[in-house]
């Protein structure tokens, strides 16, 4: 049975990163049959898809983040990660990982299908 | 960017009652490519229905989903207890992935 599990500092001070792990078992991340997405819910913007990374570490990131975000994945530990740099009170949010189905790839990048599977979310504050 | 908008905001019904949920796109979605997810307090959203009418495993058939071009449903054909939660739509056409805002479903 395919999990996510995400973790890291619960709460940033404001300027500084955040940074997060999505421990996955039960499928290894290395598959090249899924993509690996970060979504954020915050009672402000409600659900937000921030990007996903997918099986050679090619990524796509909300244009709005895009100077800011970085996803990468560590094969070894079979985990990916999100580092959001220079975080403001509106990245306050709980942050999921979860995995979507590649239904077609392009020379662009990939098509997906919906998320079936996503991890509990953990809170992240920032505040000083 | 693809806007959903979904409507209404809270729906008030009672157990047994049918609730719609409906989930207008900004732009054409050309591959149906709508998906509703269930969210409970302290939880992920759960994935109910995919390719706009598609059931996810184990969801009961009281979940229907429908709709075409910019207009979509989410049907629930006899409320039970567990329904009572907060439904969004999402369409995966095209990146950035989005969601709607949500429509809340609550006892009556």
């Known amino acids: 049975q395919l999990q996510l599990q995400e973790s890291g500092a619960g709460l940033v001070k404001p300027s500084e990163i955040l940074s997060l792990t999505c421990a996955v078992s039960?499928?290894?991340?290395?598959?090249?049959?899924?993509?690996w997405s970060w979504i954020r819910q915050s009672p402000g913007n409600g659900l937000e898809w921030l990007g996903h990374i997918y099986h050679n570490g090619r990524t796509y990131y909300m244009p709005s983040l895009e100077s800011r975000i970085t996803m990468s994945q560590d094969w070894s530990r079979n985990e990916i990660s999100l580092r959001l740099t220079s975080v403001t009170a509106a990245d306050t949010a709980v942050y999921f990982c979860?995995?979507?189905?590649?239904?077609?790839?392009?020379?662009?990048?990939?098509?997906?299908?919906?998320?079936?599977?996503w991890g509990r979310g953990v809170l992240v504050t920032v505040s000083s | 960017e693809i806007v959903l908008t979904q409507s209404p905001g809270t729906l008030s019904l009672s157990p047994g009652e049918r609730a719609t949920l409906s989930c207008r796109a900004s732009r054409i979605i050309s591959h149906n490519y709508i998906a509703w997810y269930q969210q409970k307090p302290g939880q992920a959203p759960r994935l109910l229905v995919f390719d706009t009418s598609r059931r996810a495993t184990g969801i009961p058939d009281r979940f229907s989903g429908s709709g075409s071009l910019t207009d979509f449903t989410l049907t629930i054909s006899g409320l039970e207890p567990a329904d009572y939660a907060v439904y969004y739509c999402q369409q995966y056409e095209t990146s950035p992935k989005t969601f709607g805002q949500g429509t809340k479903v609550e006892l009556k």
């Open positions: 039960g499928d290894s991340i290395s598959s090249g049959s899924y993509t």
């Open positions: 979860a995995r979507a189905r590649i239904l077609q790839a392009t020379l662009e990048g990939v098509v997906i299908g919906p998320f079936n599977y």
